[in-house]
C-alpha cells in the first residue's frame, strides 16, 4: 500500500514539473520579447533565470522518471524542442542587438510562436500520459488500501472468534 501511495505522489510532482517546463517557456518567450522591444538588460536576466529553471525542471524530469522507457521518447522530444526555442530567442537577440528591430519582430512573428506551441503540446502530452498512469496508480491504491481493510477485518474478527473460544473453554472449565 505504501508503494502505491508514493507512486501516486511521484505522479503528482511530475505533473507539477512538467507546469514548470510550460511555466518556463512561457517566462522566457516573454523576456526575450521584452527584450526585443525595449532592448533592456533586464529582461536578458528574466530570460536567464527563465532558462535555468527550464533546465533545473527538464533535469528534475529526467531524475523523476529515470528508468521508464515510455517516457523516455518524450522527454526527448521535449528537450529538443525547448532547444530549438532557446536558440530561435538567442537569434532575436542577436537581430535586436544589431540594431535591427524590425527584423526582430518580423522574425518573431513568423516563427517563434510555433515552437513555442511544439513546446507547450508536448508538455501536454507528457501531462496527458502522466494524468492515465495517475489515475492507474490510483485506482491501484484504493485497491490496495480496500485489500488491507479486508485484511484487517478479517484478522480481528479471527482474533474475536479465538478469544471468544478461549472464555467458553475457561468458562466450561470453571
Known sequence: MARSA????AA??????????A?????????????????APEFLASQK????????????LE???AGARDRLEGLRALRALVEDRFEL?????QIRREDDFAGATAR????????????RAAVSRMAS????????????????????????????????SVLGLALLLLRRDV
Open 6 to 9: 508514493s507512486d501516486v505522489e
Open 12 to 21: 503528482y510532482v511530475v505533473l507539477m514539473t512538467l507546469d514548470d517546463v
Open 23 to 39: 511555466m518556463g517557456v512561457d517566462q522566457e518567450v516573454s523576456a526575450t520579447r521584452g527584450f526585443v522591444l525595449s532592448e
Open 49 to 60: 533565470a527563465a532558462r535555468e529553471r527550464v533546465w533545473r525542471a527538464v533535469a528534475a
Open 63 to 65: 531524475e523523476q522518471t
Open 89 to 93: 530567442s538567442d537569434q532575436y537577440v
Open 108 to 119: 518573431i512573428a513568423t516563427g517563434g510562436e510555433s515552437l513555442a506551441g511544439l513546446v
Open 129 to 160: 500520459t502522466e494524468r492515465t498512469m495517475l489515475a492507474e496508480r490510483r485506482d491501484r491504491a484504493a485497491a490496495s488500501s480496500t485489500r488491507a481493510l479486508v485484511a484487517g477485518t478479517i484478522a480481528g474478527g479471527g482474533s474475536l
